[in-house]
């Protein structure tokens, strides 16, 4: 059983800056895909940044690709969410995951398996 924490949430102006980190315990850490997904109150939660097991391969949505950057460090069982030129409309909660169901990052919310608590972003515009 993998337990997930994310930290680095917090409120930032618009075109500022965070880094997210979610730190794993509990599993093998490098055999498992590892994704960062987002939610607003009223809407599903929605995907936004995957990567593989390696780190070798990333996926972004649309809406933050050339913004944000998804990166792992498998000797400290930590991965990374660097979220750049911040909007107002970035703001959710954001929760890190985890699943050993595929070798690919992907936006199916459906094949993870292990889900942090999330952490709070706020952007003012």
């Known amino acids: 059983q993998v337990q997930l924490v994310e930290s680095g949430g917090g409120l930032v102006q618009a075109g500022g800056s965070l880094r997210l980190s979610c730190a794993a315990s509990?599993?093998?850490?490098?055999?498992?895909?590892l994704g960062w997904f987002r939610q607003t109150p009223g809407k599903e939660r929605e995907f936004v940044a995957g990567?593989?097991?390696?780190?070798?391969?990333?996926y972004y949505a649309e809406s933050v690709k050339g913004r944000f950057a998804i990166s792992r460090d498998n000797a400290k069982n930590t991965v990374y969410l660097q979220m750049n030129s911040l909007k107002a409309e970035d703001t959710a909660v954001y929760f890190c995951?985890?699943?050993?169901?595929?070798?690919?990052?992907?936006?199916?919310?459906?094949?993870?398996?292990?889900w942090g608590q999330g952490t709070q972003v706020t952007v003012s515009s």
């Open positions: 995951s985890g699943t050993s169901r595929t070798y690919y990052p992907s936006k199916q919310r459906d094949l993870y398996e292990y």
């Open positions: 990567i593989s097991r390696s780190g070798g391969n990333t």
């Open positions: 509990g599993g093998t850490f490098s055999s498992y895909v």
